[in-house]
């Protein structure tokens, strides 16, 4: 299981990559952010060579002002929730309109 800080999972969000030791853990794909009126968060899929990774990134405040990112908010040194993960086909059966 790989280790990041919230400031780590961020900084290799943004950079699309980082280096942790001998470890070079790799962003393979992102969602948008996702807007939750004054809070946004983003989810980051990412890889370490070996296994796959999901881990959540968080930022308050607004376009017109500056972020705060939850590094900010919770702590840099703080550990990251990071779930292994393996994508797989999900068939959704759901009531829709007729």
Not at 31 to 42: N, R, T, Y
Not at 74 to 96: C, F, N, P, Q, S
Request: aromatic share 10%; glycine share 10%.
């Amino acid at each position: 299981m790989v280790k990041l800080t919230i400031e780590q999972l961020e900084d290799m969000t943004f950079e699309g990559g980082i280096a942790i030791g001998d470890v070079t853990c790799t962003v393979v794909e992102e969602s948008e952010w996702e807007h939750g009126h004054k809070h946004q968060s983003k989810t980051v899929i990412f890889t370490d060579g070996n296994k796959h990774y999901r881990g959540e990134l968080g930022r308050s405040g607004s376009e017109w002002t500056d972020w705060t990112y939850d590094s900010e908010i919770y702590g840099a040194d703080d550990l990251a929730e990071i779930t292994e993960v393996e994508k797989r086909e999900v068939v959704v059966t759901e009531w829709v309109a007729v």
